[in-house]
């Protein structure tokens, strides 16, 4: 588990973390509104080297957008999906899965979609503007990632 101090901190921890990121690659975000999974997902996508701005698609449900190397980057936010494995389903989510790296935000909301071999990261309040964020990769059992900038770690 690492504490992050600040959206700066949470930032250079996720900056460090995608330097460790291959395709395909699901990464599953979970946490409250406002926790940080956003930023997360920003600044994955920005260290990746997209150089555009970087949406949560709350409304438009998955953003995609193209990295060197012809790799592609998902972004994917269920929070407003009315039923959502159905609709996850109905969209093709899973089919995405192979095809590049997928950031989901509100992953629980379709939990029983979601592959086996992922890197689970949960975000959530550790007091005022600090985040607890633990991280699971189901591809290195039982060995966990260890990514441990200084400044975002406690």
Known sequence: ????????????WAVQLAAHLVSPLVIALYGNLGAGKTVVAQAIAKALGIEGPVTSPTFTLINEYELP???????????????????????????????GIVLIEWA???????????????LSDAGPGHRHIRVRDSRLVPSPLTVTPSSATA
């Open 1 to 12: 588990m690492f504490l992050s101090s600040s959206p700066e901190a949470t930032r250079e």
């Open 69 to 99: 190397g012809s790799v592609r980057l998902f972004h994917v936010d269920c929070y407003r999906l009315f039923d959502p494995v159905a609709e996850a389903i109905a969209l093709g989510l899973e089919e995405l899965f192979e095809l």
């Open 108 to 122: 629980d909301r379709i939990e029983p979609l979601l592959p086996e071999e992922r890197i689970d990261i949960e």
